[in-house]
């Protein structure tokens, strides 16, 4: 059985205008609601074994924010390979470097963390930014992952849902 987390990015900054998209940082609400995740996970005893994250700037900063939170101690994955990527991109991304993790985390973007969920889940749920998904998946290896394994949606996390 191995656990997959899947946390959309946290609020982003649109505020200068001269910025490309893989560069814009995380906006107020994305720097408190970033750690407001990475606190959920480490009290639901869920820090992650690895984290695998875009490198949208937006995206690493929440990676970031969040391990700093949950106590998560090892380095973060980061791979251009998630950036505005699909669920295949992440399946692969997960069979390349999950390895002998059981619990793993993907940041990246929407649509494609919204079709992963659904992909993996068999139902579609609203992942707005910094909503974290929780998958369990009957498989003993990341190396097994493919489009047709279907797991079991344990729980959505919706900041906007949460209690501060």
């Known amino acids: 059985m191995k656990t997959l987390l899947i946390l959309r990015h946290a609020k982003s900054s649109w505020s200068n205008a001269t910025l490309g998209d893989h560069d814009r940082p995380l906006n107020e609400r994305g720097k408190a609601d970033a750690p407001r995740m990475g606190k959920l996970l480490k009290q639901e ?8 994250s875009s490198s949208a700037e937006r ?14 101690d090892a380095e973060i994955q980061v791979t251009r390979q998630l950036y505005l990527a ?3 991109d992440y399946l692969e991304a997960l069979r390349e470097r999950g390895g002998s993790h059981n619990r793993v985390m993907v940041v990246g973007h929407n649509p494609g963390i919204e079709e992963l969920v ?9 992942m707005s930014t910094a909503t ?3 998958i369990d ?10 489009d047709e394994i279907v797991g079991t ?3 959505v996390w919706r900041p906007k849902e949460m209690n501060s």
């Open 137 to 146: 998946l009957s498989i003993s290896n990341w190396r097994e992952l493919d």
């Open 45 to 52: 005893g869920l820090t992650p074994d690895l984290i695998i």
């Open 59 to 72: 995206a690493l900063a929440t990676a970031e924010a969040v391990a700093l939170a949950s106590d998560y």
């Open 118 to 126: 659904a992909q993996l889940a068999q139902q579609f749920e609203t």
């Open 153 to 155: 949606l344990v729980n």
């Open 132 to 134: 974290l998904a929780q």
């Open 86 to 88: 699909d669920p295949e």
